[in-house]
């Protein structure tokens, strides 16, 4: 099996570059000021060059005392792009996944986590709602105006219609509610039986006296 070359090394000019280019990006579509700026971009960054899902992390760990945000940059020179697939956002990656300039997508992953730190109030304004659709879609726009040719690549996601639900047929009832059902169906014919007729009813007498027919007349 032939080996994937190698990337570049991920030198500090390099980092710089993917944390400018990302950094841009995210001050320009969120229209941030220049204190917001620079409270973004202090946030620190763990590089790592390997394979995996990057993060952005609120609390201190791996030696870092506060936020932070975790970035993988692919090994080889190529890299698999991979979306979430959300109907908000409108597109998704194909299941395969969109091949991308290693450097050119640590830059769209950075996007990506810049826009969770965004989310949880990183630049001093008010805590946003937490959101993958947000973030994909800021990874979609990145990809648009720097790699057109990777963004005609992905699929349209279309909203699936709700599903309807189905009534179901009552269950048929057990031997034992049908035998109850018997035994009270006879219990009212027997009692109809023994009960005594009850005497016919008579309105009451009237106590006008009868009126007679008038004699017929004749000659």
Known sequence: MKRAPAGPRLTERLRGEI??????FVVERYELTVSQREQLASIPIR???SRGGSAYYQRAAR???GPHILLRVAPAAVGKWHTYRRARARFSTPPGGIELDAMLLAKAVLVHEFTHAL???ACGHARRSFSEVETTENEIEFIRRHAPEAFAQLTPVVRRAPRRKVR???APPS????LRAIVLRAAGTLAGLIQPAKPAAHGPRSSRPRARSPKPTGN
């Open 19 to 24: 944390h400018g280019a990302a950094l841009d």
């Open 119 to 121: 989310q949880h109030g």
């Open 63 to 65: 030696g870092f005392d």
């Open 168 to 170: 179901r047929a009552p």
């Open 47 to 49: 590089w790592r060059r």
């Open 175 to 178: 031997g034992l509610a049908v």
